[in-house]
């Protein structure tokens, strides 16, 4: 069965820190991975999608590592800010489907 | 604006009753989906749709029923609608191209909100 587990499923920082958040996938015949944002009673965001045959991807303070052979992704996000506050959605490309994790609420407090 | 537009993004109804929500997307993809956001904020794809044909199906109720006039249309039809079936739906589309670095990457509508009471 295709399931992708985030890890922490919230986490409140003070603004600057650096923090990672965690996804991890029982499938690793995937796609691609990407991470995606959504703030409250938005849409969804696309911040960074990596290949599966990529190691990692940036984009400013971001940045998306993949290891498919051990099933995990990371998401760093260098000095926070108030407004990285949001929902952050791992989402892993199985066959042209996405199946998404349950979501890390993030809150970076100033 | 280049996007993934719904309509309408609130929609307010009461139980058995037929409702549709539409999506349209330009930015000239090929692919296009609809996902389901329960109230623990899951998402779950539903359908996928690849140039007006149906390729995926994810064991949804035979009360939903995608309709893709064209390619860049998907709009989802729900029957006798229940309770259960409150949540936000949101349309994406894909352009699925082995292209470099951007290789089906999926873009979101805003979304609608369903409530049936």
């Known amino acids: 069965k295709q399931e992708v587990t985030q890890i922490p499923a919230a986490l409140s920082v003070p603004e600057g820190e650096n923090l990672v958040l965690n996804c991890s996938f029982t499938?690793?015949?995937?796609?691609?991975l990407q991470w995606f944002r959504q703030d409250p009673g938005k849409g969804l965001t696309s911040l960074l999608l990596?290949?599966?045959?990529?190691r990692e991807q940036t984009s400013g303070r971001l940045n998306a590592s993949l290891d498919k052979s051990s099933g995990r992704s990371t998401l760093y996000i260098a000095a926070s800010q108030p407004g990285d506050s949001a929902t952050y959605l791992c989402?892993?490309?199985?066959?042209?489907?996405?199946?998404f994790g349950a979501g890390t609420i993030l809150r970076v407090k100033s | 604006d280049t996007a993934v537009s719904q309509t309408p993004k609130y929609l307010v109804t009461q139980m058995g009753n037929d409702k549709s929500i539409k999506c349209e997307q330009n930015?000239?993809?090929?692919?296009m989906y609809w996902y389901k956001q329960d109230s623990k904020k899951f998402l779950k794809i539903m359908f996928s749709?690849?140039?007006?044909?149906?390729?995926i199906n994810e064991t949804v109720p035979n009360r939903f029923s995608p309709k893709s006039p064209d390619k860049a249309h998907l709009n989802l039809h729900i029957n006798s609608l229940e309770l259960g079936d409150s949540a936000v739906y949101f349309c994406?589309?894909?352009?699925?191209?082995?292209?470099?670095?951007?290789?089906?990457?999926?873009?979101f509508g805003p979304g609608t909100r369903l409530t049936v009471l």
């Open positions: 994406a589309s894909s352009q699925p191209l082995r292209r470099l670095g951007r290789h089906n990457e999926q873009f």
């Open positions: 499938d690793s015949a995937i796609y691609n």
């Open positions: 990596i290949q599966s045959s990529q």
């Open positions: 989402a892993v490309e199985y066959g042209n489907k996405l199946v």
């Open positions: 930015l000239g993809h090929d692919t």
């Open positions: 749709y690849n140039n007006k044909e149906l390729i």
